[in-house]
């Protein structure tokens, strides 16, 4: 069963919202996920790497949730062995920092595979057509594209996004980001060159301060100092240059394939 979550301060929205978690709000979906017993129920045969669907449960409280073992992890040429785990974390840590319920609560801890990375499953609303949401000008796209240029993600796939019963869009697999070298391929160029607005410079400031103090430490951690320097320079450039990214010419700005 899962625990009930109190309501939101007015006008805030909860960072995970029960009805899209199993009936957990976002302190209980933690703790149920950092000592839950993992039971393995499928294999998420469409994934890359090994993406393992669990049961979970600690005493009475039981959910669903994504577990990638670290051993079950592809190979890639431009990232180091092993850390698609810990950047997915990191993704998580900079969401959670931020409020910004973007990406679904995460942990790094053992398994039934040894260590990897155990996320809340979402779930869905299956009418939502995903091709037309990528095309739309949904202000929470908007949220989560100026969210995969800090983070520098090279994989923001139609797929990996959950639109979800409460109405809120969830992104998922953040494995390849943080690199040091610019490598933002997405979906979600509609908002290229626009310029911020008071809010989104707001939140960068936001993260430029919380870099330098408790988040910088916790992605210290799960970063090397290349890439947590790599990403304060990058919150900087956003901050001076005042813009959405535009694509780069250097490599294919839209992930393939792209759904």
Known sequence: MGVPAAG???GRRLPLDPIDGGGLDAPAALDLLRRGELAVSARL???SNATLYCDITAGDVAGRCVYK???GERALWDFP????????LAAYEVSAHLDLGIVPPTVLRDGPFGEGMVQLWIDTDVTVDLVALTRSDDPQLRRIALFDAVINNADRKGGHLLPAPSGRIHGIDHGVTFHT?????T???TWRGRRLVAEETALLGCLREALAGDLGDRLAELLTVAESGALAARVERLLDEGRFPLPSGDWPPIPWPPF
């Open 69 to 71: 073992p670290v051993r």
């Open 45 to 47: 045969a469409d994934a």
């Open 8 to 10: 939101p301060p007015p």
């Open 187 to 189: 979906l979600l160029w």
């Open 181 to 185: 070298e610019g490598k933002l391929r």
């Open 81 to 88: 062995d092993g850390t698609l785990a810990a950047r997915e």
